[in-house]
């Protein structure tokens, strides 16, 4: 009797069951492969396309990579994290393809064909309902995160690391793309190009209307350049405050800008940018130096192409190509610069002139002053940065400032748009102006503003007695900050319960022609105003057209911190004035390099232009407020400044009221000089000159010998003074 034979249970892991469900998921993950592409060649593509949508292709490439994995009995495909990260992607991309869709394409069969189909509608509503779309948006992201981790069995930890490092470093791209995607200008920037249909500021001063006339300014520009708290007990006052306990000018208008010169611009062509910066790229590659442009900065009159080098190219390179840059850019060599690196970043500035430049009138900046006054103590416009922007900055911090450049390069516009910023803010009783004009044209018309101490001073001889004056008020202004136990100008002002002691400026525009009538006694003076002046309110602006060291002495430089550079003819001339290089290569018509005691290095700037006309609208303004041009003059100054030394031999009965405490001081000490009684008798520097010439005349002290004291030939006030006045105490 035969038996029967069992029959074999169907077993899941069997091979033949693996391969015959791997030949089913192959053809299925084939039709979602291609059901996107047939459309509607047959029913089963059409219904895929609509629940599934675009995102069929992924679903279909997992299909098949598990299909793949149970035909080859799992000796391929058999990473099932990676499986895992394919079905995440799917997913994530149904929902975030259906979060793009408008609203009203939610319920059109197409629309979601073309997205993430009906499974992306389902997911998308069920998370945006609950969460939002901000908050849906990053759970996308986040399995996509994921996803990405299992199909490429990177880390998270690693993947957040590097998204960690990529936005805290980030700068303006990758550059390995960048260099690898040359000629593409999709991600250059350019800056500085304002838009023409831009908001304006809508004030009593209207925006003007922009036309391109840069001959005119040519001319305009060469015209310009030649032609409250109380206080219980009261204080002594210095030479330049005010008398009584109210200002002097409590209704002062500020001077409008309604009739300056309106701004001229011309339309920027940022093709022509593009091209430059190409042209710049091909050059550097040709000389083997892979460079990228990164940016574009449209300053006024320069344009700077911002270039990222590879890490291991030396800068120096390029400085030496600036010739054949010249050729290729067409322009002149002299004219070009090259900033190592721009600061703030790790890339090689290349400056050249803009082919339609924009320049800076005094009237927009004005706009920009007004708007902003309040920040400032002592606001000194200057123009705009390579970037576009606005510069305007405070004298109070800076707190002196040395101007210099060849001639007809900006520097007495520069100075008359400075004056016109403090005119257009300050009143007579917040600044007080004591001008220096050798040249007798310059500074001419500011002559009757009540701001004025003095008119202007156009004898090199007198201004050292106006330096000694100033000094003598610096000294007068510490007695009243000591006395008030204030450290500063503005804590004073704040104790008295009003502007009682007004900033004081010195202006010389031209040093050169001082130093040489005057060059040994100016210089001590100087440098003592620019040590001691900032706290009581006294800052210096000195000007020259002759940057050389015997103008620009070490002792000046070293106290003067502020420095404006002008276009100059040398390279020496540029350290004489900054201590670098680069202001040989500026354009001239007010292209100037600014640098400060905050700063490490300059920075370019064009000047504001302020037309011959602009500066006597402002100047009559103010003019037209005072009924008398020398009400606001002091005095004392006004003495200081014409009192003459007297002549050797002038009889005994002229001495001064001093005379018997100096030779008393000279007796004791040993030795005579104009410095030992300065200190001693706390008097100004004429007043102990004219003691030591008493004294020599007298017979107490010795002729002088070179730069030693004076000898002193007596030992007893009794053989100059007699026996009456031989007993007065000192």
Not at 295 to 320: H, M
Request: glycine share 6%.
């Amino acid at each position: 009797m035969s038996r029967k034979k069992k029959k074999k249970k169907i077993d899941i892991k069997s091979s033949e069951t693996k391969i015959f469900f791997g030949l089913i998921l192959f053809v299925l993950g084939i039709a979602l492969l291609i059901a996107p592409f047939v459309g509607e060649q047959a029913v089963i593509f059409v219904h895929i396309s609509k629940f599934l949508g675009w995102p069929s292709l992924v679903w279909g490439a997992a299909t098949v990579y598990l299909s793949i994995n149970l035909l080859t009995q799992g000796k391929s495909c058999k990473n099932f994290s990676r499986l895992g990260g394919l079905l995440t992607l799917a997913i994530s991309l149904n929902t975030l393809f259906t979060f793009w869709l408008p609203q009203e394409s939610l319920e059109s069969i197409d629309g979601l064909q073309r997205a993430g189909g009906t499974l992306g509608k389902v997911l998308h509503l069920a998370i945006n309902n609950t969460f939002g779309d901000i908050i849906e948006l990053i759970i996308i992201l986040i399995f996509l995160i994921v996803a990405f981790s299992f199909i490429t069995s990177v880390k998270l930890e690693e993947i957040t690391s590097f998204l960690h490092k990529m936005f805290s470093n980030i700068k303006l791209g990758d550059l390995k793309e960048k260099f690898n995607d040359e000629g593409s200008d999709e991600k250059l920037i350019i800056s500085g190009i304002e838009d023409e249909n831009q908001l304006r500021i809508d004030d009593s001063n209207k925006e003007p209307t922009l036309t391109d006339s840069e001959e005119e300014f040519n001319q305009s520009f060469v015209r310009a350049e030649t032609g409250q708290l109380q206080k219980d007990s009261p204080v002594v006052q210095s030479s330049t405050s005010q008398e009584n306990t109210e200002p002097s000018y409590p209704n002062w208008i500020y001077p409008k800008i309604d009739n300056l010169q309106e701004p001229q611009k011309a339309v920027q062509d940022q093709e022509s940018y593009k091209k430059d910066a190409r042209v710049i790229e091909r050059v550097l590659k040709n000389f083997d130096i892979p460079a990228k442009a990164i940016e574009i900065a449209v300053g006024p009159t320069v344009v700077r192409y911002a270039l990222a080098l590879a890490a291991d190219i030396r800068v120096n390179k390029i400085k030496s190509l600036v010739d054949n840059l010249a050729v290729s850019l067409m322009i002149n060599k002299e004219l070009v610069r090259i900033e190592t690196p721009i600061p703030g970043t790790s890339y090689v500035g290349i400056e050249i002139p803009n082919k339609t430049p924009n320049f800076v009138y005094a009237k927009e900046m004005a706009k920009k002053l007004l708007a902003e006054a309040d920040k400032y103590e002592l606001p000194m416009i200057l123009g705009k940065d390579i970037a576009g922007l606005h510069v305007i900055k405070d004298l109070v911090n800076i707190p002196h400032l040395l101007v210099a450049g060849a001639t007809n390069t900006g520097k007495s516009v520069g100075i008359n748009a400075i004056l016109a910023g403090l005119l257009l803010t300050k009143t007579p009783d917040e600044l007080k102006l004591i001008m220096v004009d050798p040249k007798r044209v310059e500074m001419t018309p500011y002559n009757g503003i009540p701001h004025l101490l003095t008119p202007i001073i156009t004898d090199m001889e007198l201004v050292v007695n106006a330096l000694n004056w100033s000094i003598e008020e610096m000294q007068k202004r510490y007695r009243l900050l000591e006395q008030l136990r204030v450290r500063k100008i503005t804590e004073y002002n704040q104790k008295m319960g009003f502007v009682a002691m007004p900033y004081l400026v010195i202006v010389v525009d031209e040093m050169a022609d001082l130093m040489l009538v005057a060059g040994k006694e100016v210089e001590p003076k100087v440098q003592r105003l620019a040590q001691m002046g900032r706290a009581v309110g006294i800052h210096l602006i000195l000007a020259t057209q002759k940057p050389i060291v015997e103008v620009i002495t070490g002792l000046i430089k070293s106290n003067i911190p502020g420095r404006i550079a002008f276009a100059v003819t040398s390279s020496m001339d540029s350290r004489v004035i900054l201590d670098q290089t680069g202001a040989e290569n500026l354009l001239g018509r007010g292209d100037m390099l600014f640098k400060d005691q905050t700063m490490p290095k300059s920075i370019r700037i064009q000047g504001t232009f302020i037309s011959t006309e602009d500066t006597e609208d402002i100047i009559t303004q103010v003019k037209a407020q005072i009924t008398d041009e020398s009400e606001g003059y002091s005095q004392d100054l006004k003495s200081a400044i014409e009192k003459e030394t007297p002549a050797p031999g002038a009889p005994s009965g002229e001495r001064e009221p001093e005379f018997p405490l100096a030779l008393k001081i000279v007796i004791a000490e040993g030795k005579a000089s104009a410095s030992l009684l300065q200190r001693r008798l706390k008097v100004g520097y004429n007043k102990a000159a004219r003691l030591i010439e008493q004294l020599e005349e007298s017979g107490a002290v010795a002729a002088q010998d070179g730069a030693k004291p004076r000898e002193v030939l007596v030992s007893s006030t009794s053989e100059i003074l007699g026996d009456s006045n031989s007993t007065q105490e000192y």
